[in-house]
């Protein structure tokens, strides 16, 4: 138990350690958008300058190897002392250039504050532009127009490769290429010759075109990564949204299991000892072991009895309406005569019928075959039809029990009443688990609300079709119906050779009243 606690507390402590650390970077990002005043995510910048080191680092010996070459061209018209001390500089930035590049790869994300990285950069950068443009200042006296053209040449070369770097931070792009650009200007405006003031010209509107391709690389880049964002958060939805259903389906399979502990221990705990109760309440009322001293005895028998009868009617109906809800109520199927289950469903429920002033009214279609269903289901369903009719039909109403074939082979059940209907806003909730009416309120027989929903469930387990129709002051009916395929058709008997077929029957429903 210790281990176990202190497990817990190792959690716990985990969890408030990883929240303080989400709610410090989440003060940080809020800081560094202040620090931008552009808007711009956080955690763009810090990717965008990332991108920046990467090409930085990938290219840390191209640019020195440039210089070099560049130093060895102009070795025709510059002094080696010169070029050496210039070389040194361009090695000396670039080394610190690569210094901090390589440092803020190291620096965890989370500690790394990308406003002072990058100006960081961006100095380094400067400086990096600034000794490169100092080889537009070597040996200013020349006057070769060869040594001119081979510095304007270089340096906008060493221009569009730096941009290249440095595109996706358009800051670092400014601090590293304006330095070579403003020292081409200074160098060939220096020169007193219209075509050396024309190249600088050049030279600026060079520059200011790389800038406008720079900014739209850069607009792209930044587009790429909000695309990439917009999709990680869209996984990130996805993978909660994954995580939050598959904990539901655990919860809803943990019920379910609970739900069917508690089904079976109410069955066996509730079942066996009311079914005692039961038949001792029989033998008392029947006085089979004798009559009682007083009669008063043997009527309360009798409502121990009925009292006991409809609660273990209200058990079983709770446990049926559970097992189909939880798809663990199993049919047992058997060929059956639809006609005789439903007859003998009629004769249980005729004595209520008759004590209440009903009529019930049966047309059955003659010749019906053989329906492949549950026995015990068909009856339920009809007995639930029937109970319901008689109990909201009032004194002097009709009941009509009809059966018969569908349109497509199927057969059907029908129950119609002459009681009070159901408003028409009132049957979705009457098809729910202990749903009720307005009219069951007002009424002593008003029940559990279990009847419907269990006849349509048992109704969509033989894959049929329940329908309720029901208007107010009309009445109400419920057709049942059983599909083509659990219909039992006979196979015709083979004509003999010269055989004569007889005509087949007309069919006839036979009617019967009852009451």
């Given at each position: ?280 309440s029989e033998i008392m009322r029947s006085e089979i072991l004798g009559p009682h001293n007083n009669p008063t005895y043997k009527e309360y028998a009798n409502d121990i009895h009925q009292s006991g009868q409809h609660l273990l009617n209200l058990i079983n109906e709770i446990l049926d309406i559970s097992r189909i809800e939880a798809g663990r109520y199993e049919l047992h199927e058997v060929p059956l005569d639809l006609a005789e289950v439903i007859e003998d469903c009629h004769r249980l429920m005729r004595l ?146 010269g055989e004569i077929q007889p005509d087949k029957p007309r069919t006839a429903w036979r009617a019967k009243a009852g009451r």
């Amino acid at each position: 138990m210790s281990g176990g606690a202190s497990a817990e507390a190792q959690r716990a402590a985990s969890a408030a350690v990883s929240s303080k650390r989400r709610a410090s970077r989440s003060v940080q990002e809020a800081r560094e958008k202040l620090t931008y005043k552009s808007g711009a995510k956080p955690e763009f910048e810090y990717e965008l300058l990332m991108m920046f080191v990467r090409n930085e680092l990938s290219a840390a010996v191209t640019t020195p190897l440039l210089a070099i070459i560049v130093a060895m061209g102009a070795m025709f018209w510059a002094p080696p002392r010169e070029l050496l001390l210039w070389l040194a500089t361009v090695f000396v930035a670039k080394g610190i250039l690569i210094t901090l590049c390589r440092q803020f790869m190291k620096a965890p994300r989370e500690d790394a504050t990308t406003p002072i990285w990058r100006a960081k950069i961006t100095a380094a950068e400067f400086f990096y532009g600034v000794t490169w443009a100092g080889v537009a200042f070597i040996s200013p006296d020349t006057q070769g127009e060869a040594a001119h053209t081979f510095i304007f040449a270089s340096l906008l070369v060493v221009i569009s490769m730096r941009m290249l770097f440095a595109s996706t931070v358009m800051p670092i792009v400014y601090a590293g290429t304006l330095p070579m650009t403003v020292a081409i200007v200074i160098r060939f405006a220096l020169l007193d010759n219209p075509f050396y003031w024309a190249m600088a010209a050049m030279a600026v509107g060079v520059h200011i075109y790389f800038i406008w391709l720079m900014n739209g690389l850069n607009s792209t880049v930044v587009a790429m990564l909000e695309f990439r964002a917009e999709k990680d958060a869209l996984i990130a939805e996805l993978e909660q949204s994954k995580s939050i259903s598959e904990e539901a389906r655990l919860r809803a399979e943990e019920a379910n299991l609970a739900k069917s502990r508690f089904l079976a221990t109410m069955s066996h705990e509730l079942r066996t000892p009311l079914n005692a109760i039961l038949g001792f309440s029989e033998i008392m009322r029947s006085e089979i072991l004798g009559p009682h001293n007083n009669p008063t005895y043997k009527e309360y028998a009798n409502d121990i009895h009925q009292s006991g009868q409809h609660l273990l009617n209200l058990i079983n109906e709770i446990l049926d309406i559970s097992r189909i809800e939880a798809g663990r109520y199993e049919l047992h199927e058997v060929p059956l005569d639809l006609a005789e289950v439903i007859e003998d469903c009629h004769r249980l429920m005729r004595l209520r019928a008759e004590n209440k002033g009903l009529k019930i009214v049966e047309m059955f279609e003659p010749n019906l075959p053989q329906l492949w269903a549950d026995e015990r289901a068909v009856r339920q369903i009809c007995l639930n039809l029937l109970s319901n009719a008689i109990k909201f039909t009032p004194t002097g109403g009709t009941v009509m029990l009809k059966i018969g074939r569908t349109g497509i082979g199927g057969q059907f059940l029908s129950v119609k009443d002459t009681g009070p209907g159901i408003p028409e806003n009132e049957i979705p909730r009457v098809l729910k688990s202990f749903g009720q009416g307005s009219l069951a309120h007002h009424t002593a027989e008003g029940g559990t609300g279990l009847g419907l929903p269990i006849t349509k469930g048992l109704t969509e387990l033989h894959e049929g079709a329940f329908e309720l129709k029901s208007k107010l002051r009309y009445g109400t009916e419920v057709i049942i119906t059983f599909p083509r395929k659990r219909v039992m058709e006979a196979l015709p008997r083979l004509a003999e050779p010269g055989e004569i077929q007889p005509d087949k029957p007309r069919t006839a429903w036979r009617a019967k009243a009852g009451r």
